[in-house]
């Protein structure tokens, strides 16, 4: 079992090496959400998937960190987790 420390959100601007295009536009930089997890001196690091608008899901970067900023965080941090499958239960 291991004990959740501390839970961390970043954003970074990655330019795109080509853009990227849709029928929503034209994507040159993606905004990226970075998730990183401590957990007894061991650091996890997860990208969240969710677009910078919710234009092909309701999910955007921006819900996805308040989300995780104000609900899934403080829930997390402090609890005892023996791997993802036991997070849904807290």
Excluded at 36 to 41: N, R
Excluded at 67 to 88: D, F, H, M, N, Y
């Amino acid at each position: 079992m291991l004990t959740i420390d501390g839970i961390y959100l970043r954003e970074i601007n990655m330019p795109l090496a080509f853009p990227f295009e849709t029928s929503f536009g034209l994507t040159t930089v993606r905004r990226v959400l970075l998730v990183e997890i401590e957990s007894e001196g061991m650091t996890a690091w997860g990208e969240c998937v969710a677009g910078e608008h919710p234009y092909y899901s309701d999910e955007s970067i921006d819900t996805a960190w308040l989300i995780t900023e104000k609900e899934l965080a403080p829930r997390l941090v402090g609890q005892e987790v023996l791997g993802g499958g036991s997070i849904p239960a807290l």
